[in-house]
């Protein structure tokens, strides 16, 4: 697996992010290839994986995706902090939101493949980087 490191820039894969390309999204296929030609990181922070492994006859697409990845991010106790931080000034109730935006956050540029716009948005803006970091919805 590739080194975190903050020169390079992410593509964060939330749930909607992980589920999405493993059903064959066009767009999130497209969003994946192109993060991949240009050398973009393609992570997963852990906590996704407690929303995408629910016993769904589709666990095989799911692990090939990550698998697939650059890198499984572990939270630190730090970035748990930050998220939370997020969650309090968003008002933003989901925990692995605000994980998968604070992770997004440290490693600016990032782009965040998500199926929840509304909230990464939120907690995005509470983290004062817009434009900085991205959504892509799907």
């Known amino acids: 697996m590739a080194e975190l490191t903050a020169r390079r ?3 964060v894969l939330d749930a909607g992010g992980v589920t999405a390309i ?12 192109r993060a991949r030609r240009e050398g973009w990181l393609v992570v997963i922070p852990a906590p996704v994986l407690v929303e995408v492994h629910t ?6 697409r ?3 995706v990550i698998n697939a990845v ?3 991010i572990e939270t630190t106790p730090e970035r748990a902090r930050e998220a939370g931080e997020l969650r309090a000034r968003s008002g933003v109730l989901d925990v692995v939101d605000a994980i998968v935006v604070a992770e997004a956050v ?5 782009l965040i493949l ?10 995005i803006e509470a983290a004062s980087a817009v434009g900085r970091v991205l959504i892509i919805a799907v």
Do not use: K, Y
């Open 9 to 11: 820039a992410l593509l």
């Open 22 to 33: 493993a059903a064959g999204n066009g767009v999130a296929r497209a969003a994946l290839e």
């Open 55 to 60: 016993g769904r006859r589709d666990h095989a």
């Open 62 to 64: 799911i692990d090939r």
């Open 70 to 72: 650059d890198m499984l």
């Open 106 to 110: 440290a490693a600016q540029p990032a």
């Open 114 to 123: 998500t199926s929840d716009p509304g909230d990464i948005r939120a907690l």
